[in-house]
Structures are given as structure tokens and as C-alpha cells.
């Protein structure tokens, strides 16, 4: 089995169908939830803002990290509502990401609190950098907008491309609040290579 072969393997037999948290669905690289309990630990977020949950597993999961490892709520966005109850720290929002409304639903919730953002929902390369322009200034100094699956630029997924890898280049291009932290692929296999971005915001 080549190399290309295996992460086609994990993505479509082991990631999309076998990592369950609590039983549910997660739709996660392992490696990555990994690294991102690391990185709640070391910056202390009180609002994790995650953008797309599907069946809700990578929720449930945030949420029991914010309750052990951090202190503060889940704030989880996405089109439709999982079929599954939210523990008592998570907010949903049904909406699209960077809709008007969805936005200023987010905003009041987060405004004057130390979060960082996950985006996880619409991989187009426009629709993540739109992401990547309204949610940006959400994120505290120190803190993470983590870009998910970039994985299929590098793997040129025909299907999925251009994807969040061609986003982030493009916004780094605009901004200098963000810079790639390359330690956070120490796993080597992640699904969000180029995409763990600090902010460096004075």
C-alpha cells in the first residue's frame, strides 16, 4: 500500500466511519482532536466556536474538554441541528456560517470573551475564507483558528479542491494577525496542514 493509499484508507474507512465519541459520529482525524485538547490546555479559550458538527461526536468531545481541561461553553454552528442532546455548556446556532444573522448571533455570544474557532462546516476555498475574514478578529491574541481539511488540497481531491489550504494562503496574503504554527503538525498525518493559524495580534 503507497502512502496516498493508506491516507485514502484512514479518510474513508477509519475517519468517516469509525472515530465515535460517546457513540457519536465525529468525523475526525484522531491526531488532530489530539493536538487541539493540547491547544484549549495551553491557551485557555472561554468559548471554543465551532463551525459545522454534523452528528455532533467532535461537540460532545469540545464539550467535555471545556469542562476538564478549560473552563468555558461550545458555541456550534451549522445548517442542521444533530439528532442528539447537547450537554448544558454547548450553544447551537442553525444557520450558515457567514450569513448576516448567523454572525450577529455568534458576535453577542462571543463578544468580550477569549475564543478561538474551528471551522469544520463548507470546505470551498470562498467559503472558508469568508470564514477566515469574519471570524478572525473573534480570535484572541494566543489563541487558534484552525482550519480543517486542507488535507484535500495537498491530496489534489478533484472533488473537494481548491479547498481551506488555497483559502488560508490567500488570507495570510491580507493579513499579519495570523501565522501558521507548524509545531501542531507534529503528527505528521493531519487533516489540517497549513491550518492551525495563532493569532499574533498585539
Known sequence: MTLREWIEHYQESVAMKQVR????LAWKNVFDLWVIQEI??????????EIGCKFGGTTLWLSDIMKTVAS???LSIDLARPAIPFPDNVDFIQGN?????TLAKVRKRAQGKRA?????GNHTADHVLQELRFYGPLVASGCYFIAEDGI????EWEKFTPGPLVAVQRFLTQTDDFEIDRDREKFILTYAPGGFLKCVRP
Open 21 to 24: 465519541y460517546r457513540g457519536v
Open 97 to 101: 456560517s457567514i450569513s448576516d444573522e
Open 152 to 155: 484535500v488540497d495537498v491530496m
Open 40 to 49: 484549549i490546555h495551553e491557551t485557555q479559550p472561554e468559548v471554543v466556536i
Open 72 to 74: 468555558g461553553r461550545v
Open 116 to 120: 478561538m474557532v474551528i471551522a469544520d
